[in-house]
């Protein structure tokens, strides 16, 4: 999708540029442990509760010997009923419109920054890009960008 930006122009004049409305998508799955900083990522084709149903047994399979809470909004494909939640994992939904509550979120809006600062021209391109910011990331800044106050308190009560 095109991203809106301000550009300097002369008073009065608007500045005109080409727009390109081709639309391509992957969309990224994503766990992060705001105490740690751990993190387990997926990309997938769609946004839909079989390719959820595809993360949650990938990240069963990631972390089998520990019990995980995910923090999730209340998308139609993470409340299907045909999902069937792996043991050692357990939802808990955020109250309806508060993505600001998410842990991930502050996460998304960085790596967004980071990839809108450029054009790509394929997919394959805007996914190694993808990657790479991911692979860029230490535990420590994953910890400072998703450790809400909120959440620490609550894993340390525990």
Not at 25 to 43: D, M, N, S
Not at 110 to 117: E, H, M, P, R, T
Request: net charge negative.
């Amino acid at each position: 999708m095109p991203v809106v930006s301000r550009r300097i122009t002369l008073s009065g004049i608007k500045p005109v540029a080409e727009i390109d409305y081709r639309y391509e998508w992957v969309y990224l799955y994503g766990a992060v442990e705001p105490l740690t900083g751990e993190r387990f990522f997926f990309q997938l084709s769609h946004l839909t509760a079989e390719c959820f149903q595809i993360f949650l047994n990938q990240f069963r399979s990631a972390f089998p010997e520990s019990l995980n809470v995910l923090v999730l909004d209340n998308g139609r494909f993470h409340q299907a009923k045909s999902l069937e939640i792996p043991e050692n994992v357990v939802l808990l939904f955020l109250p309806p419109y508060s993505p600001e509550l998410s842990p991930i979120e502050r996460l998304w809006q960085d790596i967004k920054a980071k990839l809108f600062s450029q054009s790509y021209q394929t997919l394959e391109d805007m996914q190694a890009r993808v990657s790479e910011i991911l692979h860029n990331y230490c535990d420590a800044t994953i910890a400072k960008l998703t450790g809400f106050s909120l959440f620490i308190n609550a894993a340390n009560a525990i």
